[in-house]
């Protein structure tokens, strides 16, 4: 598997050289005045509830098991590490689904073969289980990260 990653992640970081060379030599979009580059991943988190068969053990509420799970995978997309990504899921045991994609992404833009644009570290813009939107017995953890070049 990380050895995909690293493949998948390199070939994504070529074509974001690629994206950003173009860039400069395409005419400037009439509305924002530029071209940005931007590569979107996407992946929700923990499943739990009686639906998905995950229940938090005895005691625990809903929210306090999915931010339990979610906390650690969290922490390592802000880390910018795909290695601590896979690390932490699996140490969770996380039910996400987008774990690969997830990882291809942070390959790309922070592994060995990456651009050579210097990346900030991700922030984290938002983490809410679903449940705390619409309540249901169930719930799906969905986070927002942004990540902006440094100037």
């Not at 929700?44 to 999915?66: I, K, N, Q």
Request: glycine share 6%; net charge negative; charged share 10%.
């Amino acid at each position: 598997q990380p050895q995909m990653i690293q493949q998948y992640g390199a070939a994504v970081a070529d074509l974001l050289r690629h994206l950003q060379q173009q860039q400069g030599q395409q005419p400037r979009n009439s509305s924002s005045g530029c071209r940005e580059v931007v590569l979107i991943a996407t992946s929700d988190f923990t499943h739990a509830g009686p639906w998905y068969r995950e229940l938090p053990p005895a005691g625990v509420s809903l929210e306090d098991y999915m931010m339990s799970q979610d906390c650690p995978v969290l922490q390592a997309v802000q880390q910018g590490s795909a290695q601590a990504l896979l690390a932490a899921a699996a140490a969770t045991r996380n039910s996400m689904c987008g774990l690969y994609p997830l990882a291809v992404a942070l390959e790309a833009i922070y592994g060995n073969s990456s651009s050579s644009v210097t990346p900030g570290k991700p922030q984290l813009l938002e983490y809410k289980p679903a449940h705390m939107i619409y309540y249901r017995p169930d719930s799906t953890g969905f986070a927002a990260f942004a990540v902006w070049q440094q100037q």
